[in-house]
């Protein structure tokens, strides 16, 4: 069966002045999917939902909603609920009010409104607020009467532009739990406007990696972590050590790599994924931090093989962070992060402990680089 798309972007493109700020976007978004935009300050993830809500024309580039031509179409043809990162509430309406504002522009009969505004106030689990005035609810309700005012005319699309950003962390974390549920529920198509990767990667079905306006990946979220398609993906989602180095070598499916400075280097091993390198190029390798293992000097000597790579470093220092304990390790001239679990942790671990650490193959990431 063909595939339903609510929203198709075709070479999206904006301008201000000489800035470019969204080139040749192109995206296609099934009917019910979850939709992060994702990417640093400025990288064009505003413009691009703005496009889409009927607030900015694009100057290049088509855009269809639930199979409609949009461009040129008013945001208010565009059948579209919105929450912004402020509180966008009427502060002189009551919150069924508030809620029941669209249905009312719609001239929707009272009754149905009444009706509306309590289911929608169900749904955010706030069906007791009805009464009270936005100055009178706390952040985290106000948002959710943001969305339960988006969701009240049950839009094709729901556009989200940071609406958890204003929130304190705890309350970020219960909003977004909340939105996954709704999102659940309602099933309605979503984009979802933000600059937290743990957010995207929570909410999303499909993550877009904005920089600098260009798409640089769509992907589930495991595969924008652990199939990144370029090093500023690599870097932007998670943490991850980066040594310099360069390749000494190509063997079977692997590329041979020697990393650090001067006298102090060490040999790895990586796969390609796919790239071409030549020997001799200069890299940056990346490692990420839960994917090495830790062991008190002596339990493994140091070795490359294709299956398993080991060096021996030294604990600068060691932070405890309830479930995990991260480890800096000087390892030869570079120094490298390492977590390891809380409740693994090996009784003896010490500032100054000689230690072994090692790694599969297949974790490391490789990019062209400086060497620098
Ligand atoms: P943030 O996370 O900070 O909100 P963003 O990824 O949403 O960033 P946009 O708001 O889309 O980024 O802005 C992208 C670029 O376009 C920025 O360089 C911004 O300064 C510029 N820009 C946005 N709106 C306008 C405008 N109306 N006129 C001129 N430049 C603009």
Redesign the pocket.
């Known amino acids: 069966m063909a595939k339903t798309f609510d929203v198709e972007l075709h070479g999206i493109r904006k301008t201000?002045?000489s800035?470019v700020?969204?080139d040749r976007f192109d995206l296609q978004i099934e009917r019910g999917e979850c939709i992060s935009f994702l990417?640093?300050?400025?990288?064009?993830?505003?413009?691009?939902l703005?496009m889409i809500a009927g607030f900015l024309d694009p100057d290049q580039g088509e855009l269809w909603i639930k199979g409609k031509r949009m461009n040129g179409v008013p945001a208010n043809r565009r059948d579209l609920g919105m929450v912004f990162q402020t509180y966008s509430l009427f502060p002189h309406m009551s919150v069924a009010d508030n809620v029941g504002y669209g249905l009312k522009l719609r001239k929707a009969a009272k009754e149905e409104i009444k009706t509306r505004v309590a289911q929608a106030l169900e749904l955010v689990k706030l069906p007791h607020v009805a009464d009270r005035y936005p100055k009178q609810l706390s952040g985290g309700q106000r948002q959710r009467i943001a969305i339960a005012r988006a969701l009240v005319t049950e839009p094709s699309l729901l556009l989200l532009d940071?609406p958890l950003s204003n929130l304190d962390a705890k309350l970020r974390e219960e909003l977004r739990e909340e939105l996954k549920r709704l999102h659940k529920e309602t099933g309605v198509t979503t984009i979802f406007?933000t600059?937290d990767q743990e957010e995207a990667l929570y909410l999303s079905d499909r993550i877009v990696v904005?920089d600098h306006?260009k798409v640089e990946q769509i992907g589930t979220p495991y595969e924008i972590y652990n199939e990144p398609a370029s090093e500023f993906v690599h870097t932007f989602i998670g943490k991850s050590n980066r040594l310099t180095g360069h390749v000494t070598g190509l063997r079977g499916e692997h590329v041979e790599l020697l990393a650090g400075q001067g006298e102090q280097v060490f040999t790895l091993t990586a796969s390609p994924r796919g790239r071409a390198f030549a020997s001799g190029q200069p890299v940056s390798i990346y490692l990420r931090p839960e994917k090495i293992y830790l062991e008190p000097a002596g339990q493994a000597e140091a070795s490359v093989t294709q299956e398993r790579v080991s060096v021996a470093g030294q604990i600068r220092q060691l932070a405890f962070l309830g479930s995990f304990i991260e480890c800096e390790v000087a390892v030869g001239s570079e120094t490298m992060m390492v977590r390891v679990p809380a409740g693994l942790q090996p009784q003896s671990l010490t500032a100054g402990q000689q230690v072994s650490l090692s790694w599969h193959p297949a974790d490391v990431f490789v990019f062209p680089g400086k060497g620098q």
């Open positions: 201000f002045g800035n700020v969204v990417g640093p300050s400025g990288c064009g993830k505003t413009t691009t703005n940071e406007v600059h904005l306006g």
